[in-house]
C-alpha cells in the first residue's frame, strides 16, 4: 500500500529551464511534506519541507507546493543547474513524525 | 558533527546467517529511523527510536529482524537467518526533537545475500 506516489521516473530538463517534480498522496492525516535530494552512494539528503497549514514553501531557488484537496505536491527549481541532477524523493508524516512514507523517487537529469 | 555513520558499508553473507548493521547518529539527536532501499523504489520506514524507547516498528518487518538503541546513543539492526530478498541498501537516520521533520541520513549498509 503506497502512500507516496511519484509517477515519474525519470526527468530531463536543459539548464537554466524549470524544473518541475510532482508527487501524490493518499493519506489525508498526514501533516508535513518533505523532499529530499539523493546523489549515488550517499544517503538522501533534506531539501525543503512544507506543513499541511501552507500552500507554498520558497527557499532560494526552490519552492514546493502543496494541493490539499488534490492530494498533491510538486517541486520547482529555478532555474535548473547541472548540479541539481540527482534523484528526488518525496516523503510525508503525520505530525508525530514517528514514521515517514517515501515516493519511488525521481531521477532529475539537468543538461548543460 | 561528523553526521550519521554506518557500519559497515558493505556486507555480503550467505543466505541463513545472521549480521548486525550499526548506526551511530549526530549527537544530541533523540530521534533514530531505520529504513531499507532496493533498487528503483524510496527508503521503506522499518521502525523508529526516540531515544532508547522503540515506539514505531513497520508491519512489514518480519520477526528476523530486531533494532535495538541501548542507552539512547548508537543503534544495532539484526537481521537473523537472512535471505536473498533481504538484499537492499539499509538507512539509517536521525533528527533532533526541535525539528522533527528534518532527517539526516547516513551513508546505508549494502547487504548482499547469496
Known amino acids: 500500500d503506497q502512500q507516496v506516489k511519484q509517477n515519474s521516473p525519470s526527468l530531463s530538463v536543459q539548464e537554466g529551464r524549470i524544473s518541475i517534480l510532482n508527487c501524490d498522496y493518499t493519506n489525508s492525516m498526514f501533516d508535513y511534506f518533505l523532499w529530499y535530494k539523493k546523489y549515488p552512494a550517499e544517503g538522501p539528503t533534506f531539501l525543503i519541507s512544507i506543513s499541511s497549514i501552507k500552500d507554498k514553501n520558497e527557499d532560494g531557488r526552490f519552492t514546493v507546493f502543496l494541493n490539499k484537496s488534490a492530494k498533491h505536491l510538486s517541486l520547482h527549481i529555478v532555474p535548473s543547474q547541472p548540479g541539481d541532477s540527482a534523484v528526488y524523493f518525496c516523503a510525508a508524516s503525520e505530525n508525530n513524525f514517528n514514521k515517514f512514507y517515501f515516493g519511488s523517487g525521481t531521477k532529475l537529469n539537468v543538461k548543460p | 558533527d561528523t553526521g550519521v555513520s554506518q557500519n559497515p558499508r558493505h556486507k555480503i553473507t550467505k543466505r541463513g546467517q545472521n549480521v548486525t548493521f550499526r548506526c551511530d547518529p549526530i549527537s544530541e539527536h533523540n530521534r533514530l529511523y531505520w529504513y531499507r532501499q532496493t533498487l528503483g523504489q524510496g527508503p521503506e520506514f522499518l521502525t523508529y527510536?526516540?531515544?532508547?524507547?522503540?515506539?514505531?516498528k513497520s508491519r512489514l518487518l518480519s520477526d528476523r529482524f530486531s533494532a535495538e538503541r541501548p542507552k539512547g546513543s548508537f543503534s544495532t539492526l539484526e537481521i537473523q537467518r537472512t535471505e536473498q530478498g533481504d538484499s537492499a541498501m539499509y538507512l539509517c537516520?536521525?533528527?533532533?526533537?526541535?525539528?522533527?521533520?528534518?532527517?539526516?541520513f547516513g551513508p546505508g549498509t549494502r547487504l548482499t545475500v547469496t
Open positions: 537516520a536521525s533528527s533532533p526533537l526541535r525539528s522533527s521533520y528534518e532527517q539526516y
Open positions: 527510536f526516540q531515544n532508547e524507547a522503540q515506539l514505531e
